[in-house]
């Protein structure tokens, strides 16, 4: 079971096409609908994090493509994207602001990390200010908490991270003649992830993107 779901879909697109397609309709939303959407590349960190090439690349497209779908989006980018900044001010913004027919999508790419001990692995999303102490990232189980913060009916999290720690998941393939548009009106959280524990995600590609996004 993922921790920010109780199921986790798997539809066989791209990461662009999984946005277009699943992430939403904008047309045809209720009146009342708005898009939010979070968006996170780091490549450069101040701890012991090596540099990534294409993380802020892939972010930044995204970034564009959910504005042109009519998201209300704000991107952080490498020195940006602090632990402080994405918990205190971007996820408390997002719970202010969104109501109960609203959508929200969080793109974080950049480097994650896992941690045992004798209770099992924990997975964590390092921001750009991560250090050595695990405090300093950002665990799965605070993101399950701020996303239990937001009222939006549709929540979608893409992370595109190294060791994510994220655990196994349950995977659906989406039945033969179920309309997207009735998935994506049902109460959800859905989470795409590039790896799990113990799995190191590309972060190149042949279109100057990690394999991931640049599909």
């Not at 109960?100 to 001990?117: I, N």
């Not at 196994?168 to 009735?182: K, L």
Request: aromatic fraction near 6%.
């Amino acid at each position: 079971m993922s921790v920010l779901m109780p199921r986790l879909l798997i539809v066989a697109l791209s990461v662009g096409g999984l946005i277009h397609t699943a992430a939403i309709r904008c047309a045809g939303a209720e009146p009342s609908q708005k898009n939010y959407a979070l968006v996170i590349g780091i490549d450069e960190y101040s701890g012991r994090w090596a540099r990534l090439r294409n993380a802020s690349a892939d972010a930044r497209d995204v970034a564009q493509h959910l504005q042109r779908l009519g998201f209300s989006v704000r991107a952080l980018y490498n020195g940006q994207a602090t632990r402080s900044r994405i918990l205190e001010i971007e996820f408390a913004s997002l719970a202010r602001r969104v109501e109960s027919a609203d959508r929200v999508l969080v793109f974080f790419a950049g480097h994650g990390h896992t941690q045992k001990d004798e209770r099992g692995e924990h997975g964590f999303l390092v921001p750009s200010d991560g250090g050595e102490d695990p405090s300093s990232l950002i665990s799965m189980d605070e993101l399950e908490a701020e996303a239990g913060k937001l009222k939006a009916r549709h929540q979608l999290y893409i992370t595109d991270s190294c060791y994510g720690g994220l655990p196994s998941t349950e995977m659906a393939t989406p039945r033969s003649g179920v309309d997207v548009e009735q998935r994506v009106t049902r109460v959800s959280r859905q989470v795409l992830a590039a790896g799990t524990a113990g799995q190191e995600v590309v972060d190149e590609g042949s279109t100057g993107h990690s394999l991931f996004t640049g599909m």
